[in-house]
């Protein structure tokens, strides 16, 4: 979000000056907030790529890289603008957000669809490191049966 707050503000430089702001593109230009932008979303990226390495998100998410890929040089492409481009720069941008964005919850979806069809563990029961320990491994209906027996609710 802080990326994408940083992208927003890039083609309004000269509007923000005239107004007195102080907004990081007033005061440092677009180039400075896109590698902001790209330095949020790389870190959150990276984030999301950690936790799927280790296993705390299932490891099918891990190919929404690709649309991190995509943003990024989209971003880098903005910053070579002059002026921080145009609106239609923060458009695409928006644009490669979403679809990215989209592919991400569409992949974790499908892993929570191919766990629940399989009768496997789903969500952060089912990932590769993200079971805890103090529950059973177990597909849905067996694990609210075995919390309901086995007192672990109270």
Known sequence: VLGAYFAAQAFQQ???ASRGYRTLVATHGPPVV???????????FFGGLILGLIGWIPRLCLLAAAGWWWVDRWLAAWALQPDGGSEEWARGFA????????????????????ASLSREPVAGLGTASGHPSDRPCLPPDELRAWEETSGWMR
Do not use: K, P, S
Request: charged share 25%; hydrophobic share 60%; net charge neutral.
């Open 95 to 114: 644009r490669r957000m979403l679809w990215t964005v989209i592919l991400g919850i569409t992949l974790a979806f499908v892993a929570y669809a191919d």
């Open 14 to 16: 000269e509007e923000d």
């Open 34 to 44: 896109l590698r902001a932008a790209r330095l949020c979303i790389g870190l959150a």
